[in-house]
T-cell receptor, first 115, second 110 residues
């Protein structure tokens, strides 16, 4: 059982470049989300999806786009990379509404550096 | 709005000493509280959830609704407990919008 898989693990971008961070889960979870982890800031929610075709903004959505065409995949797109987007990005998935105490499963993270 | 506060960024203890990582929250509805742990360069993983009232790796946490706290405790710290700990909150019965605190880096010295 692979769980939540993120690719790539590491990436260096130049300012202004675009790229897509991939996230896939094989647990048939309804809910998927993207967080960024910065020192002293904890994890902040970028975008989330409650099911295929449904996405919404989190706390820090600017500069990022998402789509959810399938239950399994939830890619995060950086439109025009900026140094402020240097961070570690985590994708997570979990069961949807109605489940109490259900844990979120995280990917191994993508360490992105924008120069 | 929901908010989670972890007042200590860093906490350092010696092996065998008790440890308490503080977590306070603000939320107008019924919350579910969790502790997640991240060992060095690994993914986050669930440590405890308040509704289970379980003890994992010797850690316990009790939800105190009066004080809006969910502190994580262990009577005797081990070196392998060194990690980043995040307290997290979500609305009861929903997995939408899990809100994390800023984390506490625990170091257990030999």
């Amino acid at each position: 059982n692979a769980g939540v898989t993120q690719t790539p693990k590491f990436q260096v971008l130049k300012t202004g470049q675009s790229m897509t961070l991939q996230c896939a889960q094989d647990m048939n979870h309804e809910y998927m989300s993207w967080y960024r982890q910065d020192p002293g800031m904890g994890l902040r929610l970028i975008h989330y999806s409650v099911g295929a075709g449904i996405t919404d903004q989190g706390e820090v959505p600017n500069g990022y786009n998402v789509s959810r065409s399938t239950t399994e995949d939830f890619p995060l797109r950086l439109l025009s990379a900026a140094p402020s987007q240097t961070s570690v990005y985590f994708c997570a998935s979990s069961y949807g509404q109605g489940e109490t105490g259900t844990e979120a499963f995280f990917g191994q993270g993508t360490r992105l550096t924008v120069v | 709005a929901q908010r989670v506060t972890q007042p200590e960024k860093l906490l350092s203890v010696f092996k065998g000493a008790p440890v308490e990582l503080k977590c306070n929250y603000s939320y107008s509805g019924s919350p579910e509280l969790f502790w997640y742990v991240q060992y060095s360069r690994q993914r986050l993983q669930l440590l405890l959830r308040h509704i289970s009232r379980e003890s994992i790796k010797g850690f316990t946490a009790d939800l105190n609704k009066g004080e809006t706290s969910f502190h994580l405790k262990k009577p005797f710290a081990q070196e392998e407990d060194s990690a980043m700990y995040y307290c997290a909150l979500k609305r009861w019965g929903s997995n939408y919008k899990l809100t994390f605190g800023k984390g506490t880096l625990l170091t257990v010295n030999p």
